[in-house]
């Protein structure tokens, strides 16, 4: 009963068998959660790196981008999705968004998918994300997905229509070609929408009954915010990050310890230069227990 990309959780608790049998459907059982980052020490750490002059420079996304790789790592059960009221862990951890490839009204959509490694940090990230954004660029460029849509669209609809639900149908069984999903973003472990990067405020995006992604994470714009200093408010840069999670996979608890992680990692950014797998010693932990 293993998926090619997760093993079949068989053995876990009486609740969480349940639970996708009162509570099929993903999009009922979506939760929303907002975390202010303080980008204070962040931007500090992006001046140093990108001082060589290097041309991609290290940013705010990709820092994001390698916190919720890092937290997902480390808090296995943010691995877990449910699919056809079954709880799977997935076989590696992956994160994926939409690529504008040009700033206009009619500009094209492509789509990224990162599969990390356990030993990568920002580095890797970075030069991943390097290189598959020089090729999503291209104004030539199609995703796999993106062209197995554009040729369903191609045919007559009352071919087409019948033809996607049974697309829909196989997905839905765990029996869709590997090949059709490969590049599907709501196949991946978290998906990112960068909305700061055209001017909106933080929000939040909907899960989803396709594909098996129980994570969501949207960014805002970045700006002055209110934090709390020495019992005083002091404005500083600051970001929002808007996710939305599967209730079904953890508790509270544990999604809120795994948030404040996320956040730790991106206020003190030094973490982000360790692998991701490295596990966290004891006086981590009580920064993390503290907040």
């Known amino acids: 009963m293993d998926r090619f990309d997760a093993k079949y959780l068989k053995d876990c608790d009486a609740m969480h068998f349940i639970m996708p049998f009162m509570y099929p459907d993903r999009c009922d059982n979506q939760t929303y959660f907002t975390f202010q980052i303080d980008l204070t020490n962040l931007e500090k750490y992006l001046k140093k790196k990108n001082k060589k002059g290097i041309d991609y420079k290290y940013n705010v996304f990709q820092c994001v981008v390698t916190a919720v790789l890092k937290t997902i790592t480390l808090r296995s059960k943010l691995s877990i999705f449910i699919h056809d009221r079954k709880m799977y862990k997935r076989n590696e951890v992956s994160a994926a968004f939409t690529v504008k490839q040009e700033f206009a009204d009619d500009g094209g959509e492509v789509l990224c998918f990162i599969h990390s490694k356990p030993e990568w940090n920002i580095d890797d990230v970075h030069n991943e994300l390097k290189r598959q954004l020089l090729k999503l660029k291209s104004k030539g460029y199609k995703d796999e997905s993106s062209s197995v849509m554009d040729k369903l669209n191609?045919?007559?609809?009352?071919?087409?229509?019948?033809?996607?639900?049974?697309?829909c149908w196989l997905e839905k069984k765990s029996?869709?070609?590997?090949?059709?999903?490969?590049?599907?973003p709501y196949h991946?472990?978290?998906?990112?929408?960068?909305?700061?990067?055209?001017?909106?405020?933080?929000?939040?995006?909907?899960?989803?009954?396709?594909?098996?992604?129980?994570?969501?994470?949207?960014?805002?714009?970045?700006?002055?915010?209110?934090?709390?200093?020495?019992?005083?408010?002091?404005?500083?840069?600051?970001i929002k990050l808007g996710f939305t999670v599967d209730e079904r996979i953890a508790d509270g608890y544990y999604f809120s310890k795994s948030m404040k992680m996320l956040q730790l990692f991106l206020e003190e950014p030094k973490y982000l230069e360790q692998p991701l797998n490295e596990k966290l010693t004891d006086k981590v932990w009580e920064k993390i227990n503290k907040r």
Request: glycine share 10%; charged share 20%.
């Open 154 to 167: 191609s045919i007559p609809k009352f071919i087409s229509r019948p033809l996607v639900r049974f697309v």
């Open 188 to 238: 991946s472990s978290a998906v990112l929408a960068n909305l700061g990067s055209i001017g909106l405020p933080e929000g939040y995006h909907h899960l989803t009954n396709w594909g098996t992604t129980s994570i969501f994470v949207v960014l805002g714009e970045y700006g002055k915010m209110p934090f709390y200093e020495n019992e005083k408010v002091v404005f500083k840069d600051g």
């Open 175 to 184: 029996l869709i070609p590997k090949s059709m999903i490969e590049t599907d």
